[in-house]
Nanobody, 115 residues
Framework: QVQLVESGGGLVQAGGSLRLSCAASGSIFSINTMGWYRQAPGKQREWVALIHSGGSTNYADSVKGRFTISRDNAKNTVSLQMNSLKPEDTAVYYC?????????WGQGTQVTVSS
């Protein structure tokens, strides 16, 4: 079993920055993918950014050039640096870890961007 704990959400004005962090613990494979999804009120959960244990990254078009995902394999942590935030980035952000056939999720952290 894997546990994920997020931190770093909050309220920020448009154009500002926030950094989300997520720490994973438990039975973690050396090969996995970690990342972030988000869910805005009344909308489906959507993926934001993913990073493989080998270092390759993928970003949703809506955040490319503004968000940067990184990870520390030794500490089993993943971070999301969010710059130039927009009101449409407002959502609950969920950390996720995928390994084998399993997917694990954190409890979510609220990010609110005011205009």
């Amino acid at each position: 079993q894997v546990q994920l704990v997020e931190s770093g959400g909050g309220l920020v004005q448009a154009g500002g920055s926030l950094r989300l962090s997520c720490a994973a613990s438990g039975s973690i494979f050396s090969i996995n993918t970690m990342g972030w999804y988000r869910q805005a009120p009344g909308k489906q959960r959507e993926w934001v950014a993913l990073i493989h244990s080998g270092g390759s990254t993928n970003y949703a078009d809506s955040v490319k050039g503004r968000f940067t995902i990184s990870r520390d394999n030794a500490k089993n942590t993943v971070s999301l640096q969010m710059n130039s935030l927009k009101p449409e980035d407002t959502a609950v952000y969920y950390c996720t870890l995928h390994q084998g056939l399993s997917a694990y999720w954190g409890q979510g952290t609220q990010v609110t961007v005011s205009s």
